[in-house]
């Protein structure tokens, strides 16, 4: 039988017992209604033997609906007496199910390590914060199959973007490197406590599961981050900061076969991980020829005359 989820007075009464009063810094709204809990678990897919990570459990709703659905729950959680009061929570409605969950009290963006390694992702993430905190744990977690997230619509529309559209930029391109991103539905502010102003969206994500290329992660995000931070601008202008000129921006866009006058709006992932790649080898030629007059071929401290 489907053990009961926590609703209104539930939470209410669990913020009172754990004396916090939900704050905007933290992006604290917490959902009271076991409908929308059911919905994230079942469109995020998750299986029996999975160890989920949940960021942000706040008072535990979507917690005890994870510990009903998967095998191990690892909860990552900013605010201490939140942290603190989730392994009573679960103690106190899922007796038999609370020594699968281990609580980490940690930053989301900046946590390392974890007790388990995760398969899934499943969280109603802390909304200003969102994008980063999913971009690291993609980086930092590789054991991270795949994924559901709740965060703002307007968020959701950006991860999910595909280029040419208005909405997609940095986060679109970044998440799309990982994993394929799609938005998985749109819920009301009601279902919240206290009610956001706007709506929020779901986004489910699978990772790749070889990386699109080679390519140095870093030097692809820089690209990335250079190209929309000038979006009005032409690839050849908006680059040329990161390359040192525009001449040599010129050169790497035409060595990676992607036209200088085109927005970086219009470019998919890969041909971003192309401009990465053709800076990558550019940057080594020049290494190489500045070592060959540094030290001409056939000279060595020997040849010197004395
Ligand atoms: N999962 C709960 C729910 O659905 O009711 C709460 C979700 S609430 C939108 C976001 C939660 O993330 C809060 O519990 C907040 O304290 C926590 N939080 C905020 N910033 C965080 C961070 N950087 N790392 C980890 N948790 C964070």
């Known amino acids: 039988m489907e053990q009961p989820l926590l609703g209104a007075a539930e939470i209410r009464d669990l913020a009172e017992r754990a004396g916090i009063r939900p704050t905007k810094t933290l992006g604290q709204n917490f959902v009271i209604d076991p409908n929308t809990i059911r919905r994230i678990i079942s469109t995020a897919k998750v299986r029996p033997d999975e160890t989920v990570l949940e960021v942000g459990p706040g ?169 929309f931070a000038q979006r009005r601008k032409t690839l050849r202008a908006a680059l040329a900061g990161w390359a040192g000129s525009s001449q040599r921006s010129g050169h790497i866009l035409e060595a990676a076969g992607v036209d200088p006058a085109l927005r970086g709006e219009r470019l998919d992932v890969h041909q971003f991980i192309r401009i990465a790649q053709a800076a990558e080898k550019d940057r080594g030629e020049k290494l190489e020829l500045d070592e060959s007059v540094a030290t001409p071929r056939g000279s060595s401290l020997g040849d010197k005359p004395s």
């Open 59 to 227: 008072l535990g709703s979507l917690t005890l609906g994870l510990l009903d659905a998967a095998d191990r729950v690892v909860a990552v959680e900013i605010d201490p007496p939140l942290a603190k009061q989730l392994p009573e929570t679960a103690q106190r409605f899922r007796p038999d199910k609370a020594d699968r969950l281990d609580v980490v009290l940690s930053d989301a963006m900046r946590v390392q390590q974890l007790p388990h390694k995760p398969t899934a992702l499943v969280a109603n993430l802390p909304y200003n914060v969102a994008v980063p905190v999913l971009l690291h744990l993609l980086a930092q977690f590789p054991s991270l199959t795949h994924g559901l997230v709740m965060v703002q619509d307007e968020v959701a529309d950006r991860l999910a973007a595909a280029p040419g559209s208005k909405t997609y930029g940095v986060p679109s391109v970044k998440a799309s490197w990982f994993a394929e991103i799609a938005k998985a539905g749109v819920i009301g502010t009601n279902v919240f406590w206290p009610a956001p102003k706007i709506r929020s969206g779901l986004v489910s994500f699978t990772r790749r599961p070889e990386p699109l290329a080679e390519v140095d992660r870093s030097v692809l995000f820089d690209v990335i981050d250079a190209a």
